[in-house]
């Protein structure tokens, strides 16, 4: 599946572990479905141990806590920015389009 993301907002909570999310809201590009999805960032999230779930429009997903400063990047500097995931495969990818070199960004 595949969104096209147009909002997101960062929540950072008040607590002693090292724990965030991002909620991601965006439209797939062929039905025009619109997706809610829950990035858990956290320091437990294991690397090789993906946890992806869907239950209609809601997606979330666990990631580790070291891809949220790059999460965060990407969100804040690119357009259009993509999401794009497999209930078979449990694999979430954040994604841009092709852009030209050298854009002095």
Known sequence: ??????NYD???????SRYAYIMLF???TSTSRN???????????????YNL??????VQVSMNITLLE???????????VFFNWSTTTKIAILSTNEEPVGEGE
Not at 70 to 80: C, F, G, Q, Y
């Open 53 to 58: 779930q869907q239950n209609g429009d809601f």
């Open 1 to 6: 599946m595949r969104i096209e993301v147009k």
């Open 70 to 80: 790059a999460t965060i990047d990407v969100l804040r500097n690119e357009k259009p």
């Open 26 to 28: 965006g439209t797939e």
């Open 10 to 16: 960062l929540n950072l909570p008040n607590t002693s």
């Open 35 to 49: 997706y809610r999805v829950r990035l858990d960032f956290s320091a437990l999230a294991e690397t090789n141990n």
